[in-house]
Nanobody, 115 residues
Framework: VQLQASGGGLVQPGGSLRLSCTAS????????MGWYRQAPGKQRESVAT????????YYADSVKGRFTISRDIAKNSVDLQMNSLKPEDTAVYYC?????????WGQGTQVTVSS
């Protein structure tokens, strides 16, 4: 599966960004799509995931109430709306797509929250 992500950038604290990711080239059905992030000096962590069939979601405690994940089944895409951004949200964000057999990762997009 190839994943193309976009939407990162620099934003002030309290601002918003929307990340988008489109999957292509999958021979198997994609069951879950999601976003992970890795901040400098920290381990990669799951931010939010969504199942493609029922739209069931998972959010890390640190982003609950601020981030919203959504998917477009027809486009094989997933978005992450990020509101009320904090400096601690600064990280490289990675899109993922999970089939029955494997999880694929996108190239990462930088999100920087700074005044």
């Amino acid at each position: 599966v190839q994943l193309q992500a976009s939407g990162g950038g620099l934003v002030q604290p309290g601002g918003s960004l929307r990340l988008s990711c489109t999957a292509s080239g999958s021979d198997s059905r994609i069951n879950v799509m999601g976003w992970y992030r890795q901040a400098p000096g920290k381990q990669r962590e799951s931010v939010a995931t969504i199942t493609t069939n029922h739209g069931s979601t998972y959010y890390a405690d640190s982003v609950k109430g601020r981030f919203t994940i959504s998917r477009d089944i027809a486009k094989n895409s997933v978005d992450l709306q990020m509101n009320s951004l904090k400096p601690e949200d600064t990280a490289v964000y990675y899109c993922t797509a999970t089939t029955r057999y494997t999880t694929s990762w996108g190239q990462g997009t930088q999100v920087t929250v700074s005044s």
